[in-house]
């Protein structure tokens, strides 16, 4: 097996959990909003944030709360599922049980948050479609101990991906509202609702027009002076690599949506709408928006691409937005706000080379690669190693093929005397692959994961027992899984597990403060969990609250 040096790790134990005091309930109800900007890497931020206006959500953000440059992840599979499900439990997938984004029903792969006991709700009503629901949530999260603590608790989720409003707001929220790429319009479901919320649904018929105009830069010479290369970029989304886009015309209206900044606005607007109709006075409030443009656009475009810092660019002008908005409903000291993101992102093959730490003769601090760039594709692995099964078993359904990072066997495959056979050769065919660095048989993990930094101790955290994958795959530094064009993300690397984290609470976080010390991913879960005013989940990776 193939080993890699990790970049800059923070040690995360794994062990026994120290237990924390009830916190004292103080007199004021608590207001707080949790923002989760889907691929915001660490790097990203770090380079970035000084760069927009002084009259931004982000520089609000700094001003007036602490910002650490760099939290990071204890899970190698790093993808949006079991990032969320990470940052409000403050417990890797191994603990929470959200391995991917994906899950197995049986030969059909499909998001992990798919609840076949549930329907999907539209502006329609119930659906004949399945639902979604936090049925794989294996442990309490920060919402499910605020509902304890506050049982006339408001608690609310809203993004655009199912996973990103779901797993935030644990197991009782009032409501989770959600994007559907099919119909393009919002949906909850029967887990939460029989009927869509009469908010929800006077928004969910703005979508269409939302897309009127094309996308255009908001300010081109601010992209021209800070953006490293041509708009025009090879990698990018092939029929869309330059401005304007008209995304109505160019796409199904449910992608177009997704692929828009306008988006983030919507669900923006959607906030603070469902808080004025769900939100009664003095009433313990926590919102949970997941802004998922960010991710869509990077995964078109790359994060150095003019598309990326325009979509920052109008974040920035969304959350400044949103602030104003929560200013108007509670006083500017009335409400907290922590924000941070779900895992992080690799520059795309075409552009990296030309950045300047590629051309340094220092230490990139986030481990960016500059060499040996390449994507790599599932299908055509699978392909391998189904002609490596099939010559040890002869013709037959030995594997299903990915999900998310690992392989997955089909029952004929799992076997009793199959798999022990099987594996081993599975693992050969992998490690023979140049884009591979490793690959791990799930069925030989610790019951305990190590305490460690290691690889060994990322691939532990990162596969939930007894799981649908049998064998997690880690690629080189600079190798992604893609199709032939945009940005990639999900393994064990510090570009892709370290994320920026900002909190704003007056009177409780120190205002003005950057914090350049890497801290663990749980600090979010064990700040926001101070702000709610109860204690931090039992399954809760140790951290110390920001203060």
């Not at 779901?166 to 949906?187: C, H, Q, R, S, Y």
């Amino acid at each position: 097996m193939k080993y890699l040096p990790l970049l800059c790790l923070t040690v995360v134990a794994c062990g026994s959990l120290r237990s924390e005091p009830a916190p004292k309930k103080s007199a004021a109800a608590p207001v707080v909003v949790t923002i989760v900007v889907d691929q915001l890497a660490a790097w990203v931020a770090s380079e970035r944030l000084e760069t927009l206006p002084a009259d931004g959500g982000f520089a609000r953000l700094r001003r007036e709360g602490t910002y650490v440059r760099a939290i990071r992840y204890a899970h190698g599979a790093t993808e949006t599922a079991c990032g969320h499900a990470a940052l409000f439990t403050g417990a890797p997938p191994a603990r929470t049980g959200v391995m991917s984004n994906e899950a197995l029903r049986g030969s059909r792969v499909v998001s992990t948050m798919m609840d076949d006991d549930t329907r999907l709700v539209s502006t329609r009503g119930v659906s004949a479609r399945a639902g979604a629901s936090p049925k794989v949530l294996r442990v309490d999260g920060v919402a499910d101990m605020f509902r304890a603590g506050y049982p006339d608790a408001l608690v609310l989720g809203l993004s655009l991906k199912d996973r990103g409003a779901i797993l935030p707001v644990g197991k009782a929220p009032k409501v989770a509202v959600w994007f559907d790429i099919e119909t393009a319009e919002l949906v909850t479901s029967t887990y939460y609702s029989e009927a869509l919320p009469p908010w929800a649904v006077d928004i969910s018929r703005t979508i269409p027009e939302r897309l009127a105009q094309p996308w255009t830069p908001l300010d081109p010479a601010w992209l021209a002076k800070h953006v490293l290369t041509p708009d025009d970029q090879d990698g990018e989304e092939p029929s869309m690599r330059a401005f304007p886009h008209d995304l109505i015309r160019e796409a199904p209206l449910g992608a177009a949506v997704r692929l828009s900044p306008q988006s983030d606005m919507m669900l923006v607007e959607l906030a603070l709408a469902a808080l004025d109709a769900e939100r009664r006075e003095g009433q313990p409030t926590l919102l949970s928006l997941s802004l998922s443009a960010n991710d869509i656009i990077g995964h078109a475009f790359g994060p150095d691409a003019w598309e990326a810092w325009d979509e920052l660019l109008r974040l920035d002008g969304t959350l400044a937005r949103l602030f104003d908005g929560l200013d108007k409903r509670f006083g500017a000291d009335g409400w907290a706000v922590a924000l941070s993101a779900d895992h992080g992102v690799e520059p795309i093959p075409e552009v990296q080379p030309l950045r300047p730490e590629c051309k340094s003769a220092s230490a990139d601090r986030w481990g960016r690669p500059c060499r040996d760039l390449k994507r790599m594709s599932r299908e055509a692995i699978t392909v391998e190693l189904m002609k490596t099964a099939n010559a040890l078993l002869g013709p037959g359904q030995w594997l299903y093929g990915f999900v998310g990072a690992f392989v997955a066997l089909t029952p004929e495959g799992r076997a009793a005397g199959v798999r022990e056979r099987l594996v081993p050769r599975l693992l050969a065919t992998l490690e023979a692959n140049q884009g591979i660095a490793a690959a791990f048989d799930v069925g030989k993990l610790p019951a305990t994961c190590p305490s460690d930094a290691s690889l060994e101790a990322l691939v532990c955290n990162a596969y939930p027992p007894e799981s649908d994958g049998d064998i997690m795959v880690v690629l080189k530094p600079g190798a992604g899984f893609g199709d032939g064009s945009g940005a990639t993300h999900g393994m064990p690397y510090t570009y892709d597990l370290t994320v920026p984290f900002l909190v704003r609470a007056p009177k409780h976080v120190t205002a003005g403060r950057v914090i350049d010390e890497e801290l663990s991913f749980s600090t979010f879960t064990h700040t926001v969990a101070k702000l709610l005013n109860v204690p931090a989940p039992p399954s809760a990776f140790p951290a110390k609250p920001l203060d």
